[in-house]
Structure formats: C-alpha cells, structure tokens
C-alpha cells in the first residue's frame, strides 16, 4: 500500500510539473500583456497578479482540463498601452476582444502563431500601421472586427486563408487600394463592411458570388465602376448599402424578384442612372428604399403600395419626372396603401403636376414629407391636419398658390415647416400657436400680407422663423421675446414699421437676426449687446439712427454685422478692432464721422465698408479717404509729449506697479471660476479653478480620457489633496453650439436633485493660460461604466462573471424609471430628457443607476456605430436610431411621451439583450425590438430572453440567489409587457412611467418570493 502511494504521488508530481510548465507560457504572456498597458483607469487588470491563478484573472478564460487561456476579454475598459506581441504565446486563445479601448501602435503580426483563433474584435481603438500579414495563419478565423481605427495600408489579399469566415468588419478606418477579387473565395461570408475607408476601384465581380452574403455595406468609399448585374441575383441578401461613392450602372428590371429577402437598399449619393424597375414592389420585405443624389431619371412606379413594410422611400437629388406632365404625382395614389410608411421624400426632382389632394390619406404614421426643390402647383388641402402625427413638411421652392390651410394647426406634433419660396398669400394663420413643438417655421419668398401674429409666439420651442421676403406690415410684436429658443429669426424685406422691440436683449440664444429691408425707426437697441451668441446680425436698409450702442462691446462673437444704409451718426467704436470672429462689417451710406481705426480689422479693406459717411477721415491708403484735420494730430502730439515727461518721471514706479498687476492678474485668471451666467453659483458647488482641472486630469492627459462628444472631451481627474475621482467634461467653445449645450446642462443639473441622476460637483467657466476661453462639467466619477458596456458582451464573455444577474438587471431599470419619474413629475419643472439609451445609464460602484447626458442630448443626437443606424438611410434622419419614438423628426420634437418610448426601448434592450439596430432584427423581418418581443409573446419568452440570465441560474452564478423557472417566466413576462406599453407605436397608448414603475416593483416582488 505504502509503495503504490509513493508511484501515486510521484505520477501526481510529475502531471502537475508539466502542467505548471505548460501554462507558465501563458502565465507570461498576461503579465507581459499586462506591462504593455500604461492606463488602467477602472483597474480591470488590477487582479492580474501572482496572489490567484491566472485563470481567475479579470477577462481571462480557460479550458477546463488543461487550463490553458481560450479567450481574452477586455471590452470597454478605456485601456492605454500598446499590445505586446507576447499575444502571439496564448496558444489556446480561441476568441480576442478589446472592443472600445484607447489601445494605440500597430496590431503584432504575432497574432498569426494563433492557430485557433475564431474571433478576433479590435474595434473602437486608435490601431495604426498595417493588417497583419500573418493573421492568414488563422486558418479557423470565423469573425474579424477592426471598425474605427486608424489602420492603413491595403486590405489583406489572401481570403482562401480563412474557410470559415463569417463576418468581415474594417469600417471607419483609412484603408486604401482595391477590393481583392480573392474574398469571393469565403463561401461561408455573411457581413461585409468596408465603410468609411478610402478605398478605390470598382467592386470585383467576385463580391457578386458569395452566395451566403446577407449584409454588404461598402459606402463612404472611392468606389468607381458599375456595379455588376450578379449582385441583385444574391437572394441571400438583406441590406446593401452602397452610399456616397462614385459607382455607376441601372437598377435590373427584374430586381425585385431576385432579391426577396432586401430589407434596406441605400445607393445615395452615386451615379446611377436609368429607371426604377417597377418589380421593385415584389421585395416585399423591402423597409428602406433610399437612392438619393443620382441620375434617376423617368416616372416613379405606381406600384409601390404592395409593399407593406415599407418605411422609408427616399428618392430625392434625381432627376425623375417629366414637369410638363400632369402624371408624375400619380404614384402617391398607391402609397395610402403603405400603412407603416414614415418617411417620403421626392425633393429636388423634375416632378410636375398639381399637388394632390391624395396626399392627406396617406397612412398616419407619416412622420417626414418632403417634396421641395420640384415644379409643383396648386394649393396645400384643406385637409392637410389629418396627418396628425406629421413631424415635417418640407413644400419649398415650388408653385403652390393659395393660403394656408388653418386645418394645418392641427398637427400638433410638427417639428418642421418649410413653405418657403412659393407664391402663397393670404395672413399667417393664427392656428400656428397650436403647434406647441414647432422648431423650424418657413414661410420666406411668398405674397403673404397683414400683420406678424402674437399668436406666433406662444410657440416657445420655435428656433428658427424665417418670414423674409414677403409682404408683412405693421410692428414687431413685443411678444416676440417669448420665443427664448429662437436662434435664427428673418424678417427682412418686408414692410414692417416702428422700432425694434426694446426687450430684444431676452432672445439670449440669438445667433442670427435680420431685419433688413423694412421701415423700422428708432435707436439701435442697447438691449442686443445681451444677446451675446449672435453671429450675423442684419439691420441694413432701414431708417435707425443716433449711434452704435457701446453695448455691442460684448458681440464678440460676431462674424457678420450690417448695418448699411441707415442715419446712424457717431464715430467707429474702437472695440470692433479686437472682434476676432468677425468677417464683414458693413457701416456704409451712414451718417458716420470722425477717423476710422487703422488696426487688425481695419487694415483689411475686403473685410469692412464704409463708403458713403461723408465725414470720415483717415484710415487706411486703399480707402482714399481725406486725412484727418490738423488740430487733430496737434492735440495728439501734445497729449503724446505729456505721456513721455510722465513716463520718464514715474517709469520706475510704473514698472514696479506693472509687474505687479501683471502677476495679480495672470494668478486671478489662473483660478478665475464662475462664468457671468449666473449658474451654478451657490456655496454647495466646489470651486476649482482651470488649474485645479489641469493638475487633476494630468494636463488632460490622452490616456485619460474616457469619452468624446460633438461639444468636448471626458476624462478621468483625481481632484488634490481628497484625492476624490472625477469625470470633467471639458468643453470646445470653438464648436457652434457648445456654449449653449454648457449653459442647458448647467442650467438643468442645477435645479435636479435624485439619487438615480448623475451628480454635477460643479462648473468651471474660466481662461486657460493662453487666455484662451475654458468651459467644463465636472461630474461624480460612475466605476462600473455606462449599461451599455455591460448588456452587449461579445461570445468571448460568456462565462466570465460579467453578465448582470436578472435582479440586478431588474433594479438598474427600476432606478432608471425612478429617475425619468423625478424628471416628469417630480422636479422644479417638468424636465425632457430626450436621448434614455444604455451609453447614457451609468452605474456607480454598488451597480446604481443614474442617468447622464443632459446638455447634449438636448442640442445633438449622437449616434452609435453600428452599422444599421449609421449607414442606412442617407436622408438626413436625425437622433439616435432605435431608441427615438416615432414621432419624433428632424428637427427632434420632444415629450414625456418620447421619453417613455425611448425607456420601453432601454426595458426591452435590456431583458432580450439585443440592440434595438440589430440585422437580425431586420432580417427576421421585424421592424423594430418593439415588434420582435411583442411577437414573441407568450409562447417564446424563454427564447428572445437574454440566454446569460438563464445561464447564470442554471450554472449557480446569481449569488445566494437562486428562482424557480415558474417565477422567472412570471416575471420576464411582466418586464416585456412593461416594455411593449412604454413602446406602443402611438404616444397617447404609452403608460406613464409611475405606472410602469408600480408594475416593475411587483414584478421584482414575484421574483423574490420564489428565491430558495
């Protein structure tokens, strides 16, 4: 016995030796990982050490038997470094995801020495140099993922390599050279995406036999050529997207038999040509038709109102239609049929013929009709209100006669109307004011008459009114300051009389503002020096006087000023010399006098006028005006001797008191705080200083940022000496728009306290040390990221202690309802958030929710990456896609409604663990995650539930907590049909968020009384 326990334990010792010799490499090769990243900030790697076995390493993976590394997942972990070539020793690595990281230099061509490797996904990094070569080895390559980054060079040539490839990704990056004929050797290939790269050429015939393909997205290229006639003969596929290249060719006439499973086709901004085949109708899973900017020509088929998924049929930029015949409307009498239609557009066609009283019956989920730019006339029916859930109308440049139908007050829901250049007369209907969402309001280059309504200016989200170019009298109203939105307002040429209003300073987001060509009188209003955003101010051809108001001091950001041909008398303020933005000021045909300045903008003569002011003398040579009198320098000469006797008698005291201020005033910019807006000014705000941010973010240090935004940058600080970590937004104030996105969200955030929305700790509106203008947020730091970082793993995390356990996904969107509750009902005023989407749910350390993001979701709809809401409609369809309710448009109307829609969204991401934009979605030909789920319903619960919820139960990894299936269906099924409410297609059938929080508690409720 003793005998065969010492073989026994000698056999043991000798398996563990090389065990241990075995898995050493792959020891190393995590620690020289490891060494090659030089930012950590959420500490993912901070368990990479020698006190557990690197299997149980933070995104390691291994085999169970031979404990060898299979997959390496480090997903939105905002690490920096480089990636060690040591990768190339993993030799079991199977799956590599570093999805969304700030990981830079080239990609190691030892990648290649991994023989079993299948997926491979790099996206969302700053990548460069080359594809490497030696990733040909892995001959077992099923998904390779390198979207957005910065790698150049040729794409890879030898395709043969990889047998099994399914999905081939390097979208967004700066590839360039043709497309290898070789990739028609991967018969197995499914996705194709190539966008956004610089590549040239014409798309191989080859393309055109993968016979598996279901998603082709080339666009954003230099590709030339036609575009051969097999590709519409693969029935494989789903979504082509060939947008904004150079290509050329005709639509098959029999396109729409060979394609019967096209969900999206998108070829704007090409050369196509040729008719649109009529078959087109037979794809009748067929929901985006977007073939904008091409040479289309001929009549738009009659047929299209078979296709009953149809959602978007944009046709606009083309030269379709004949606008001597009465006929080529025709086609909108088919389209009533189309019952999910959201979006028509035929802008900038050669169609002709009388607008169609049809057009009223089309479906009610019209959200967009654009029909500008064409040879149209009659007049707008009377019936138009019946499109009630109408959010633009785009009518411009056309032949429309008549008057506007008061009927058009009934769509409350409009965002956008353009009526512009037209011949309609008549008065502004006074039933605009019910259009209480209305942001853009066109009716310039029309006959209308009578008076500006008050009425007009019950509108409060109004941002742009153009009323120029038509025949309106009488004042301005005083109401017009009600409009404290408005951004862009025209009132030039016109007959409007008496002076501008006098409270004009309260228009604050004023960026534009013409009034030229009118009658008004009076004094120029000091009262616009408030209006410190605009830009191009217009009062040419008017009959203002007195003098330039010193107040226009604070327009420094001024690119444009007329104010021609008035009686406005006085000489040239100084202060226009040092408005650094400006790009024209017009001060002609004035009553002008005295010297005009010689410096910065006044030695430009291209860049002012001031002809026609027949007392100014001097300035500069090229304006030939007469020097300045005498006396004038006499008295300048004095006064300049005096300053030399004074220098000379007090210059050493001067010097001292000057160095001095200097010093005073570079310490008090240095820590200058709180901007003039009086935000954020109360004593609980901390104060810090541009330096205190500088030192915290460590000179805003690129590996410490976390974030970017169209307005500014996120990074990561640690405030000195509480050594508190922070999350500061800084702001690029160059950026149009930004100042107002700083001031919204200061605004907001001030006036909201709640445990489930983010903390602002303070604002900081200062100089940097160039003097340069600095704006920034600085928020509560969330460890645990946004939600969206934790609900959409890659396979390669499957098993990696991750997931979120079906509570927890149950609390975070409990918290979440809490939080748009606070805001819709609960707060000083009501309060839209307009952009509930998981990047914008951030959860702190104990895995609370809290939602962020107010100042930019107000003014920019951010998008994501993927590919089905970035590329698939080249309209100009605004927000971000899958999570903006229906009946939100271009011009981003927003309500609580909106919000509840987003939220049921969010619900439904959050339980089913599929991005509302996904192909899948598409292909399985539901139009949305709304439709996926409710179908779904109650049969197949347990299959479109998130299957890691149901994995973690099953393999013991939700704690100490442990439901019975009974229990999980109940309440899956009660979470789902909270979703579908939140998310009906109609906002009047969506619950109240207080309503979908009772029913979330109960849920919740149901599932901890089965726990055991």
Partial sequence: MTFRFIISLILLSLATSRVFSSNETDHQALLSFKASITEDPFGALSSWNYSIHFCHWNGVTCSRRREKVTALNLTRQHLGGTLSPHIGNLSFL????????????????????LFRLQYLNLEANYFEGRFPTNLSHCVDMKNINMNHNKIHGKLPSDFASWPKLDSFSLSTNQF?????????????????????????????????????????????????GIVHPLLYNLSSL?????????????????????????????????????????????????????????????????????????????????????NMRPGDLSFLDSLVNCTRLRVLAFDDNNLGGKFPNSIVNLSTTMEKLGLYGNHIYGSIPREIGKLKNMNLLAFANNFLTGTIPESIGELSKLGGLDLGINNISGVIPTSFSNMTQLLYLGLDGNTLQGSIP????????????????????????????????????????NLLTGPLPSNIGLLKQLVQLSVSNNKLTGGVPAALGECVMLEELYMAENLFQGKIPPSFKALKSLRILDLSSNN????????????????????????????????????NNSAFSVVGNLELCGGIQALHLPACPVKVTRNKKKKFGMRIILIVVLGPIGTLLGCLSLIFIRRRNSKKLIDPVPVLKDDQYLRLSYQDLLLATNEFSPNNLVGKGRYGSVYRGVLAPSEHIVAVKVLNVEVRGANKSFLAECETLRNIR?????????????????????????????????????????????????????????????????????????????????DIKPSNILLDKDFVAHIGDFGLARFSLATTGDINQAHLSSTGIRGT??????????????????????????????????????????????????DFVRKALPERLMDIADPRIILDQEHGMTGNLSYNRASMELCLASIFEVGI??????????????VAIKQLHAARETLLQSRH
């Fill in 454 to 493: 008050t009425e007009l200016f019950n509108i409060s989200t109004l941002q742009t009114l153009a009323l120029g170019n038509n025949r309106l009298r009488g004042e301005i109203p005083e109401a017009i300051v009600s409009s404290s939105q408005c951004f862009s307002l025209d009132l030039s040429n």
């Fill in 754 to 834: 709640h445990r489930n929305l983010i903390k602002i700790i303070t604002a900081c509106s200062s100089t940097d040390f160039k003097g340069n203008d600095f704006k920034a947020l600085v928020f509560e730091f969330m460890t645990n990221g946004s939600l969206d970082t934790w609900l959409h793993p890659s396979p390669s995390e499957q098993g990696n202690g991750r997931n979120l356990t079906l509570l927890e996904r149950l609390n975070i969107s409990i918290d979440v309802a809490m939080g748009v509750d606070y805001l819709h009902h609960h707060s000083h005023a009501s309060i839209i958030h307009s």
């Fill in 568 to 603: 406005i008398s006085g000489g040239i303020p100084i202060f226009f010399d040092k408005f650094h933005q400006i790009e024209y000021l017009n001060l002609s045909h004035n009553e002008l006098g005295g010297e005009v300045p010689r410096e910065r903008l006044f030695s």
């Fill in 94 to 113: 199977r799956a590599i995801d570093l999805y969304q990281n700030n990981i830079r230099g080239s990609i190691p061509n030892d990648i290649g020495r």
């Fill in 238 to 322: 789903a979504v082509i997207s060939l947008a904004l290249n150079q290509l050329e060719g005709t639509l098959p006439a029999d396109m729409g038999f060979t394609l019967p499973k096209l969900g999206g086709f998108v070829v704007g901004g090409n050369r196509f040509s040729g008719l649109i085949p009529p078959s087109i109708a037979n794809a009748s899973h067929l929901v985006y038709f977007d073939i904008p900017g091409n040479n289309f020509t001929g009549p738009i088929p009659n047929n299209l109102g078979s296709l009953s998924k149809l959602q978007v049929l944009s046709l606009g930029q083309n030269s379709l239609g004949d």
């Fill in 981 to 994: 409410l939140c998310s009906e297609e109609t906002p009047r059938k969506r619950i109240d968020i207080s």
């Fill in 176 to 224: 360039t050279g043709s497309i290898p004929p070789s990739i028609g050797n991967v018969s197995s290939l499914r996705i194709l995406y190539l966008y956004d790269n610089i590549i040239s050429g014409g798309i191989p015939l080859e393309v055109s036999l993968l016979a598996k393909l279901e998603a082709l997205d080339l666009s954003g290229n230099y590709l030339v």
């Fill in 881 to 930: 896609v899958g999570y903006v309710p229906p009946e939100y448009g271009m011009c981003g109307e927003i309500s609580a409604e909106g919000d509840v829609y987003s939220y049921g969204i969010l619900l439904l991401e959050i339980f089913s663990g599929k991005r509302p934009t996904e192909s899948s979605i598409l292909i399985d030909n539901d139009n949305n995650l709304h």
